[in-house]
């Protein structure tokens, strides 16, 4: 009996025992099931900030988000160009010539584009391999993957007027009018552009604002109609600074677009330099308008960088060797008019260049009272003067890189204008007018000598004071 009692107690402890363990096993079999969701939800959360921990979206300087802008523009315009080359009621030499203006632009665009470091990312890419995202797009991006809209893979903002016509360039045919309207801003824009960029941007900003100048001036003789430029060489410094007025809108001259004057200087198209005695800075400007006896106020201690008075003092002297080769030409040829008038054009220059370099407190020196010309010239003064006027584009391009920020809107203005004299001399325009060859090579031209000009060279007509 006591046996049994024994047995059937130590069966209910056992039973007790075995509930309790089962409880445990219970217990530590939830606790591993949380452990593992904890782990599961963990390695989620970390994978997701994994995968979002991608480079922050890089922030631009104001200069760099132009560029950024400007190779939008580019290539929303090069599309443009295309797309309105290709209308049926085109004329075949003007969709010739929109096919050049799209190859420029396309140009254009890959050398203001800034330096991107490749580093795709798989959700990143689009259905090319390319990368959507600005620092994965590769410099040489054609204009179809680009230029659609105003989103290209960059995310430049468009100025005004480019924008409209990217985003409407697949809604609304593209025609030549809108295309003129929307290059001529876009040149105006890229001159402002170069005047607060860097200085290796600045030269390419301005110089692809020269070319679309030139291409805007060229689509409106096409189409009979004026291109809304004023001419280039009243194009000012406080033009290019102004917040939103531009030159076009302020100026009341317009670049030619009717026939040549037979006995103006023409470009490789047909297009006439212009033939009044307008300075090539507008007097609203400013420093333009400065006094020169400003300088009597001056202590003896120049003013402003060094490279701005060098730079000035050299422009000044290449205009007075301009405004003299022309009058030496004027008197070799039977009809001196217009080489008259692109004299004073050159001494308006010079006059702006002595301006400025006295506000600078530069003492400036009159012109010499003659250049040595030599035998090329009189042979063939078109070409030597054809030259010289490209030697001066290269001149101002060197200037624009070089001088302060201070003076970079004189320099880009003064290069604009340069660039279109030697257009109209009948330099080929290419995409990137002035940057090509050496700066301030004059290759024997009209060299400076402090004496008069030999007895030998045939004398100035007209004004020739300096």
Not at 112 to 139: I, K, Q, W, Y
Not at 436 to 465: K, R
Request: proline share 10%; hydrophobic share 45%.
């Amino acid at each position: 009996m006591i046996t049994r009692v024994q047995t059937g107690g130590q069966q209910v402890r056992g039973g007790r025992v075995a509930a309790v363990a089962g409880r445990a096993v219970r217990w530590s079999a939830g606790l591993t099931g949380l452990f593992v969701v904890v782990l599961l939800v963990a390695g989620t959360v970390v994978g997701i900030g994994l995968r979002s921990a991608e480079p922050p979206a890089p922030v631009y300087s104001a200069a760099e988000q132009a560029q950024l802008d400007a190779e939008g523009r580019y290539r929303a315009l090069a599309a443009d160009a295309r797309a309105a080359a290709l209308q049926p009621a085109l004329e075949p030499a003007l969709g010739e010539s929109l096919a050049t203006v799209a190859a420029d632009l396309d140009a254009q665009a890959d050398a203001v584009s800034l330096p991107r470091s490749p580093a795709p990312t798989p959700e990143g890419t689009d259905a090319g391999g390319a990368s959507t995202t600005s620092a994965g797009t590769a410099p040489a991006a054609t204009a179809s993957a680009s230029s659609t809209s105003a989103g290209t893979p960059t995310d430049p903002v468009p100025a005004p007027g480019a924008s409209a016509g990217a985003s409407a360039g697949a809604q609304v045919p593209m025609d030549g009018p809108r295309l003129l309207s929307m290059l001529r801003d876009s040149a105006l824009q890229s001159l402002r552009d170069a005047v607060d960029a860097e200085p290796g941007p600045a030269r390419v900003l301005a110089s692809a604002g020269a070319n679309q100048w030139r291409q805007a001036v060229l689509i409106g003789q096409s189409l009979g109609t004026e291109s809304g430029l004023p001419a280039a060489d009243t194009l000012s410094a406080a033009d290019l600074t102004a917040d939103e007025a531009g030159p076009a809108a302020s100026s009341g001259t317009t670049a030619p677009t009717g026939p040549a004057d037979p006995a103006a200087p023409t470009g490789p198209a047909g297009v006439t330099a212009p033939a009044s005695s307008a300075s090539p800075t507008d007097p609203a400007d400013p420093a333009d308008a400065a006094d020169p006896a400003a300088s009597d106020d001056c202590a003896g201690t120049p003013l402003g960088a060094e490279a701005d008075r060098q730079a000035l003092l050299n422009a000044k002297r290449a205009e007075d060797e301009a405004r003299y080769g022309y009058e030496v030409a004027a008197a070799l040829q039977p009809d001196p008019a217009a080489a008259l008038a692109r004299s004073v054009v050159h001494q308006a220059a010079a006059d702006t260049a002595a301006r400025r370099l006295a506000e600078l407190c530069v003492p400036v020196a009159p012109a010499p009272a003659g250049f040595a010309i030599g035998q090329a010239f009189r042979a063939d003064p078109e070409a030597a003067l054809r030259e010289l006027e490209q030697d001066h584009a290269e001149l101002y391009a060197g200037l624009v890189s070089t001088v302060s920020l201070e003076v970079r809107a004189w320099a880009v203005a003064s290069y604009n204008a340069a660039v279109q004299r030697s257009l109209d001399a009948g330099t080929p325009l290419d995409a990137f007018p002035g940057l090509t060859g050496s700066a301030g090579d004059q290759n024997g031209a009209a060299t400076p000598e402090a004496t008069p000009a030999p007895e030998d060279t045939p004398a100035p007509v007209g004004p020739s004071g300096g």
